[in-house]
């Protein structure tokens, strides 16, 4: 059993989006971040000052831990976010503003 | 276009919603805005259209007052006497003395770099709440999240965090959410929580009182009992374990004096720790119009008014109690509202039924709450190294010396000296942590902006508080 199957979901055709530069699949109206998790990735943060890994913790907005970088755009919250085709996730390192 | 007075109502779960029907129904014209693509709240939260679910009921339960809920809006919708802004985040509301009105102040679509104003006659505030966790060593290791967080990806994403999760923390909460997780195919491996049968047995007689809900929650045990989830009450989780992501988690056994009891301590193997306990009121939107709060809850009158006149409160921002709760609030409070921006007093019998519902389910919040509080000694049992504000990276050590020797006494002045409650959350996450460390009350944060707001929204806003003109 999985939760797809647990709500007999017919989801629309699945998109290719990249994380890190490795290609993932997610399915259309998921966030970032349940598109990550469906891939099996749970850390996409590194921290200002530890530089440890951080990922979803609230799930609903209001920690600001689930921060991750789409399309050269740092600070997203991946829990809110939607997953959009074509879409270049990147680990943010820090405050995602002097990464390369 | 609909005649009447105007009624924002902030959220659209389940307090949001009884309020803009009830308010609809009696001839006002409701603008329900609302952050989710979809309404529900986090209670009824929906997978997105997108997925195709057919049988999102799986996920939940009081299905059948969803489907009420839903069909009533649908109906208000059609006859535009009801407007739903999805996606729409507010950060401020803000009351403007000269023309009597209020702008609801929000950021629109997912990137929320978009200002729109929306303008009414009365606000009802349905903010909702949000979950309280107190750290462990490794409770910011990828891995650990929150177990309503664990059930809105679920719900919202029908994605799981992990292949094998252990449910922890304290209160009603926590066994949906290890039902949750079991039915939609994941292993739980312990659902650990810290009260013991003895602080249930104490509350016994107004527990007892509600047999209903005694018989949801005897529901899911059985259902956990049938997946063979084993339940440790009276124990907590020491510390989560793993280097870039959790592997294990330690528990160990209360003591009655909230010490633990030694060589009780055990190891149990996951990928998932779905962790909290309890939840918090959303305040901030009340707070900044200047509504008086009770503790951490919005104070709200018999018609669930706030003391700052045209703005109504409802559902978890003025107590946490539930979503059944929140419906009878959320009735009155909109029935109230309705009256009252009519020139005239709600009448009792019409809504005398939600407001003995709020009484017995108030009684039973409050009952809850006594009987899953934290366990005794959980801060002095906190080692100096482990992190305590998520955000900024502050350790409990740092915290302790911004008291002792620095002599805090209150959260602010921690968050001034040690910057615990300064980051992203602006310290919702570790307010409670905090607080327990410092010794002092924890109230609620003064945030006047409920969310982080683009520069170029603000420098967009007009001089006067009249705010741009309507969305629409």
């Known amino acids: 059993m999985n939760p797809l199957e647990l709500t007999r979901a017919r989801p629309g055709a699945a998109r290719t989006v990249t994380f890190d530069g490795r290609p993932l699949t997610a399915l259309p109206g998921q966030s970032v971040a349940a598109a990550l998790w469906a891939a099996g990735v749970t850390a996409w943060r590194s921290t200002r000052g530890a530089g440890r890994p951080r ?16 399309n050269g755009v740092p600070n997203q919250r991946a829990c809110l976010v939607p997953v959009r085709p074509g879409d270049v996730i990147r680990t943010q ?8 | 276009m609909a005649e009447g007075p105007r009624l924002a109502v902030v959220g659209a779960g389940p307090a949001g919603l009884a309020a803009a029907l009830a308010a609809a129904a009696r001839g006002v014209r409701v603008t329900l805005v609302a952050a989710a693509e979809q309404a529900g709240g986090q209670f009824y939260r929906q997978p997105a259209a997108a997925l195709g679910a057919a049988r999102p009921q799986a996920l939940h339960h009081q299905w059948r007052t969803w489907e009420r809920l839903r069909a009533g809006l649908g109906r208000h919708l059609a006859t535009g006497r009801l407007t739903h802004l999805t996606d729409h985040h507010v950060w401020c509301v803000a009351a403007d003395p000269v023309s009597g009105t209020f702008g609801v102040h929000a950021l629109r679509g997912p990137a929320q770099e978009e200002g729109v104003t929306v303008r009414a006659d009365a606000v009802l505030l349905a903010t909702g709440g949000y979950e309280r966790v ?10 650990v999240v929150t177990a309503g967080g664990a059930q809105a990806m679920l719900k919202g994403g029908l994605v799981l965090p992990g292949r094998t999760a252990v449910v922890a923390g304290s209160g009603p909460l926590l066994l949906p959410v290890a039902t949750g997780l079991v039915t939609a195919g994941a292993r739980v491996a312990a659902l650990v929580e810290s009260a013991g049968p003895a602080a249930l047995l104490r509350r016994a007689p107004a527990l007892a009182a509600q047999p209903g809900k005694l018989a949801e929650g005897a529901g899911y045990a059985a259902r956990l009992l049938r997946h063979g989830v084993r339940t440790l009450p009276g124990h907590t989780v020491v510390a989560a374990h793993g280097t870039d992501r959790l592997e294990a988690v330690t528990v160990a056994a209360l003591g009655r004096e909230g010490h633990l009891r030694p060589g009780s301590a055990r190891r149990i ?4 720790l779905a962790v909290g306990h309890g939840m918090l009121p959303h305040t901030d939107l009340a ?13 709200v009158d018999d018609e669930q008014r706030t003391d700052v006149p045209g703005v109504w409160a409802a559902g978890e921002a003025t107590g946490v109690g539930g979503a059944e709760l929140a419906l009878a609030e959320g009735h009155i409070a909109g029935c109230s509202a309705a009256a009252r921006l009519h020139g005239s007093a709600p009448a ?3 809504s005398a039924a939600a407001a003995r519902a709020r009484r017995r389910l108030r009684e039973f919040a409050t009952a809850l709450d006594a009987a899953f509080e934290p366990p005794a000694g959980w801060a002095g049992r906190l080692p100096d190294d482990t992190v305590v504000c998520r955000c900024e990276e502050v350790t409990a050590g740092e915290v302790r010396r911004a008291v002792d020797p620095l002599g805090a006494g209150d959260l602010r002045t921690v968050k001034l000296l040690s910057r615990a409650g300064m980051g992203w959350c602006q310290g919702r996450m570790c307010a409670p942590a905090v607080a327990g460390l410092a010794g002092c009350p924890l109230t609620a944060g003064r945030r006047p902006f409920a969310r982080p707001v ?4 603000l420098a967009g806003l007009p001089d006067t ?6 969305a629409d």
Do not use: H, K, M
């Open chain 1, 55 to 70: 990922g979803v913790f609230c799930g609903i907005g209001v920690c600001f831990d689930c921060l991750v970088t789409v």
């Open chain 1, 93 to 100: 390192e820090g405050t995602g503003r002097d990464d390369g």
């Open chain 2, 134 to 143: 107190l750290p462990f060593p490794g409770w910011t290791l990828p891995g």
């Open chain 2, 269 to 272: 193997r996951c990928d998932t």
């Open chain 2, 287 to 299: 707070e900044t119009l200047g509504c008086t709060l009770s503790g951490t809850a919005v104070r």
């Open chain 2, 348 to 350: 009792p019998r019409r």
């Open chain 2, 454 to 457: 683009p520069l170029g929204v």
């Open chain 2, 465 to 470: 508080e009249a705010g741009p003109p309507d």
